[in-house]
């Protein structure tokens, strides 16, 4: 796979696992953005909680949905509902294999349960075999549904850096060859749907997308996409953000015993270490943080931390010693 020099954090406690065969089977097909969501984040909720119940207001708050109304819940319950899966589908061997993905799906005061077809457990759950990790932080940015697809879709075929797709089959990667203005006019298709899925792409995710076309005549015929891929870094996990937590507490609790200090150089030296506790919370607070970074920013905490330690017991030795008169009186 080609090389570009973006960097993206992913968090792998917010990724879902797909196989192979499920990113690069027709799973998404004719779904809307939001109705993507509700899907991954039920396989979410199966890998990460154990359980493939969860409520309203959490599917809400991870992909930042401002309401989500029954209707529309049940709305896209019944289309998640009919999703099939073609294991096989070789019509002029006289072959096919479908299976549905889900049994059964319910609702009620705002929990949802989904329960998986036997047959999907094997592409969700304990997965050894070649798989696609999606970050639903970075997919979560997505406005649309294409280029949810076209990611999976090039994700799924690691290794590679160049697709040469017939026109009909990126029409039917993205679920629109039954929409005659794009079977028709190319142009409108590469402007509503390709370049919408590949600029999205290009501007959230570690691939950088590109295609040319390929012509007969004046006819378009094919197109050539092509991709690289840029340094994926691991984010900081909830631990370690955890103790990041607990040490600027530790420290933000001294903050009036600093200011209290009577030796002014010491003083001084515990108000620098204030300032850059409260630099590390905001960074922290304004942008993802690498693994390596938590790492650095925990021992750097460990030492701001002793730094004011020893600055107290400086401070209480050189405190001067009051003469208690009322013990002499006694």
């Known amino acids: 796979m080609r090389k570009n020099p973006k960097s993206n954090i992913v968090s792998n406690e917010n990724s879902i696992a797909k196989s192979n065969e499920l990113s690069m089977?027709?799973?998404?097909?004719?779904?809307?953005?939001?109705?993507?969501?509700?899907?991954?984040?039920?396989?979410?909720?199966?890998?990460?909680?154990?359980?493939?119940?969860?409520?309203?207001?959490?599917?809400?708050?991870?992909?930042?949905?401002?309401?989500?109304?029954?209707?529309?819940?049940?709305?896209?319950?019944?289309?998640?509902?009919?999703?099939?899966?073609?294991?096989?589908?070789?019509?002029?061997?006289?072959?096919?294999?479908?299976?549905?993905?889900?049994?059964?799906?319910?609702?009620?005061?705002?929990?949802?349960?989904?329960?998986?077809?036997?047959?999907?457990?094997?592409?969700?759950i304990e997965l050894k075999e070649k798989y696609v990790l999606l970050d639903l932080k970075i997919t979560a940015k997505f406005k649309s549904s294409y280029s949810w697809k076209l990611y999976e879709y090039l994700k799924a075929h690691y290794g590679y850096w160049t697709k040469c797709?017939?026109?009909?089959?990126?029409?039917?990667?993205?679920?629109?060859?039954?929409?005659?203005?794009?079977?028709?006019?190319?142009?409108?298709?590469?402007?509503?749907?390709?370049?919408?899925?590949?600029?999205e792409i290009n501007n959230y995710t570690e691939l950088e997308v590109d295609y040319k076309e390929i012509k007969s005549g004046r006819s378009i015929t094919h197109f050539e996409i092509f991709w690289s891929k840029g340094e994926v870094i691991s984010a900081a996990s909830a631990n370690q953000l955890n103790e990041i937590h607990k040490y600027l507490n530790a420290i933000m609790e001294d903050t009036f015993k600093i200011i209290g200090m009577n030796d002014t150089e010491k003083r001084d030296k515990g108000l620098n270490i204030l300032t850059s506790a409260k630099e590390i919370e905001q960074e922290i607070e304004s942008e993802e943080v690498s693994a390596s970074r938590a790492d650095f920013l925990i021992t750097n905490l460990k030492n701001m931390l002793a730094q004011i330690n020893i600055l107290f017991v400086e401070e209480n030795r050189k405190a001067p010693q009051f003469y208690n008169w009322l013990e002499e009186r006694d």
């Not at 979410?44 to 909680?49: I, N």
């Not at 209707?71 to 002029?92: F, G, M, N, Q, R």
């Not at 026109?167 to 409108?188: A, I």
Request: charged share 25%; net charge positive.
């Open 165 to 199: 797709l017939k026109r009909e089959e990126l029409l039917n990667l993205f679920s629109v060859e039954e929409n005659k203005s794009y079977v028709k006019n190319t142009g409108l298709f590469k402007k509503r749907v390709l370049d919408v899925a590949i600029n």
């Open 25 to 124: 089977s027709k799973l998404n097909n004719g779904l809307t953005l939001q109705q993507m969501q509700l899907l991954s984040f039920a396989i979410y909720s199966s890998q990460k909680k154990t359980n493939t119940s969860f409520h309203k207001h959490e599917f809400e708050k991870y992909f930042d949905i401002s309401k989500y109304p029954s209707k529309s819940a049940s709305e896209d319950a019944k289309k998640l509902i009919d999703l099939k899966i073609a294991a096989t589908e070789d019509l002029i061997n006289d072959e096919f294999d479908y299976w549905n993905v889900f049994v059964r799906i319910t609702y009620k005061s705002g929990l949802f349960n989904f329960e998986w077809s036997q047959y999907m457990i094997p592409h969700i």
